[in-house]
């Protein structure tokens, strides 16, 4: 929403030169927040507040809502918008109505796809490879907010070795992601490993026992690996959100942040 934040910067600057009455700056700005959609109210400086555009939660909403979300917010100027839990029968009918990037394994889709700048460095680590559609949906959203992700996935504490030989990147990492089911005990092993906070995510992977996420969920919580946090099961999109807001905090380097 970088659209938005210039306008609101020439907004102003007009008022500072005396070419715009600070009434009528105050009128546009309180006619600017939201749009009205009768079914949603679409938040329209979401971007100008927390840097990203409102992200669309797909599930429960028909495609036809969802399109006219994605629209409002592509009028405004938004790019790289995230449409996240979307089905392919919903990816199909928005992509014949916006530019879209659908990404079937973790149902997320990217409406108004552009570039975005690969910032510092992310790693979304699974467990196992029935993880994967979890940490994609962390993985693409952090890429889609503008961070460089490294991906490394079954990586379980079954075979610990396979873990142990990706030290590099883990250890450079600002933040990492670690999604598990069954006994969750990834994230307390890369906790113990890394120097950058670590977010757990658990999945609801598992046999009976696991109770659909719950056990990963409770020996996340309990791990005694300092810098640990945890999201809710099967709650990608939230790590990849969050890792970006810590990946992004001041500190980096110019080297860090290439453009894709």
């Known amino acids: 929403m ?5 306008e609101i910067l020439q907004l102003l600057r007009r008022v500072a030169d005396g070419t715009t009455r600070p009434e009528e700056a105050l009128l546009q700005l309180k006619e600017e927040p939201f749009a009205e959609l009768g079914y949603a109210k679409v938040d329209l400086h979401r971007g100008v507040r927390q840097g990203a555009a409102e992200v669309i939660y797909g599930a429960g909403k028909t495609p036809e809502q969802i399109a006219g979300i994605a629209r409002t917010l592509a009028d405004r100027g938004a790019r790289n918008i995230l449409i ?41 680590a699974t467990g196992g490879t029935s993880d994967m559609p979890v940490a994609e949906e962390a993985a693409l959203t952090a890429e889609v907010l503008g961070n460089r992700v490294t991906r490394l ?18 250890m450079s990492a600002r933040c990492v992601v670690a999604v598990a089911g069954m006994e969750g ?48 099961i099967d709650n990608g999109f939230g790590a990849g959100f969050l890792a970006s807001r810590i990946n992004q905090m001041e500190g980096l380097s110019d080297d860090e942040n290439a453009v894709s």
């Open 2 to 6: 970088e659209n938005n934040r210039q």
């Open 84 to 124: 996240t839990r979307v089905d392919p029968q919903a990816a199909a009918y928005l992509a014949d109505r916006l530019p879209l990037d659908y990404h079937e394994l973790p149902r997320l889709a990217v409406a108004c796809p552009g570039p975005r700048p690969a910032r510092g460095s992310i790693v979304v």
């Open 153 to 170: 996935y079954d990586v379980g504490v079954a075979g610990l070795h396979r873990l142990l030989a990706n030290l590099d990147p883990l």
């Open 185 to 232: 005990a990834l994230a307390s092993v890369v906790g113990g490993l890394v120097d950058c906070p670590v977010i757990a995510v658990p999945t609801s992977v598992g046999y009976g026992a696991s109770f659909g996420g719950l056990s990963a969920l409770l020996s996340m919580l309990n791990s005694c690996a300092s810098g640990c946090s945890v999201v809710n």
